[in-house]
């Protein structure tokens, strides 16, 4: 009975654990590399495996990283419209864009 008992108990333990707010978040977020992986991934869906686009969007392993991060940050800020990457650049703080655009800059 009372093995039962710590059983449950253990079991709760590692529940409360794994759902302490932020606690997936804090592990997620401690490796930047990693996050900016995860978003530069969702880059390739229109811009083509590893930034290189089989169509008319445009590559974005032509771009220097420095050129990148300013063509975002443009996207962002209004300097530069359009539709898609305009929406998706309010998405990203100043050091995120510059993640990406290492991250980007290692595909080349
Ligand atoms: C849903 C499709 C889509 C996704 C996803 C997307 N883009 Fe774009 N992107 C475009 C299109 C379309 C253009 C061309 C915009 C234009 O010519 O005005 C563009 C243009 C750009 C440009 C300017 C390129 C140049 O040569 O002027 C950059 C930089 C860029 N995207 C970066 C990114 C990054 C970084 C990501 C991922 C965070 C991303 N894009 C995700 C569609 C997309």
């Not at 401690?30 to 686009?53: N, R």
């Amino acid at each position: 009975m009372s093995e039962l008992k710590n059983r449950f108990r253990s079991a709760a333990l590692v529940v409360s654990f794994t759902l302490l707010p932020g606690f997936g978040g804090a592990v997620y977020s401690a490796d930047s590399s990693t996050h900016s992986d995860v978003a530069a991934a969702g880059c390739t869906i229109c811009h083509g495996p590893k930034g290189h686009s089989p169509g008319a969007i445009p590559s974005l392993t032509d771009l220097s990283p420095e050129e990148l991060a300013k063509r975002m940050a443009a996207f962002r800020d209004g300097t530069a419209q359009n539709t898609i990457m305009s929406r998706l650049a309010k998405g990203f703080t100043d050091a995120e864009i510059a993640q990406l655009a290492t991250t980007i800059a290692g595909w080349n």
